[in-house]
């Protein structure tokens, strides 16, 4: 079999998705998602310059030898743009091959270690009281584990919140829009949200939260300790981990589940995380982590140090990296929990899904391959616009993490 053509399709249906289609001899094309939220354009372009000239001509079976080539035989290696390219060429081949054997990507995998894939759903509200009535409507979905981020009193727009009555999307048109941060007040609010939401709902719901990246490791120390007393699924991103030591002194003083890595692309982000075990779950997805081949190592090298995956399923990855990611989540034993942000309904006109949500579950069906159909006459209905995220600052003007 040979790799005939490529092409990326950029489109924006609600928001921009870039996916790349690669097409063989054989009349079998796959698909990977190459989306990298408010960077679209330097992926499709470093795809479209660089990749996949050379990807022409490929045998599509030989995947472990096409990732290293773009990995290994690429001096400039790793980040976020370059990685993810490679990872949407990697989703892509393991569609083809699996398509190629006429089954789902799973058996590729291992075969199925479960029927179902639990998942997590987003709970947002503007404030306290709305906040608990959007943990009541999920509880009624039947869901059994929710993320909850709230509206801080005395802080305007925040990480995690949306604007009027639409989903939360963080991303907006043109220029990056400007959100305001303050640790102290989001310190003191936090454990008092819980505090609440156990005492309302109980203690079986699975708890989970976003810190985004925003505390210090001695802050985030001091919130992992003040939440224990409600036992949360897990604490998610407390500090920027590129300081990966950092997550020592939150370890030291916690025994609250640490969730990390939706920013990481390479094992090599993740190395004193794993084998200190300072985490609990890995997050970085398959899009952006280099695909399934790069995944599947990171995952079973996690396994030995008793950490699970739970990765990122944000709105901004495509349906073909949530079908992809289900596959996996299905097939390895360490699974955690999935991400999942139901995407629009205008989404699913363009990206026809396999899967489905049920009671606290998505199912994926047997379809051959990763199991998406993407409608390329319906991706030029809705073509790019710029959109950034927003950038953070602290309630005196100083630049931040967002
Ligand atoms: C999450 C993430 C997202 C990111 C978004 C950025 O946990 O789902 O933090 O909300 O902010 O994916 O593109
Ligand atoms: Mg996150």
Redesign the pocket.
Known sequence: MKITDAKVIVCCPGRNFVTLKITTDAGISGLGDAT???REKAVATYLEAYCIPALIGKDPRNIEDIWHYFYKGVYWKRGAVTMSALSAIDMALWDIKAKALNTPLYNLLGGKSRERVLVYA?VTGKDLEQTLEDVSKKVEAGYLAV?VQSGIPGLGQI??VPKGDKP?E??QKGLPQEETWDTAKYLNFVPKMFAKIRAVFGDDLHLLH?V?HRCTPIEAARLAKELEPFHLFWL??PVTAELQEGLRLVRQHSTTPIAIG??FNSVYDYTTLITEQLIDFI?MPLSHGGGITHLQKVAAYAAFYHIQTGF??????SPVNLAASLHFDLAINNFGIQ?Y?PHQEIVHAVFTPNYHYENGFLYVDDTPGIGVTFNEEKAKQYPYQTAC?PVNRKTDGTMFY?
């Open positions: 990298l939220n408010g987003h993320r990480y995690g939360y963080p991303a976003d985004h998610e991103d939706e920013v997050r990122h399923g944000a709105t901004d990855l991400e942000m995220l967002w």
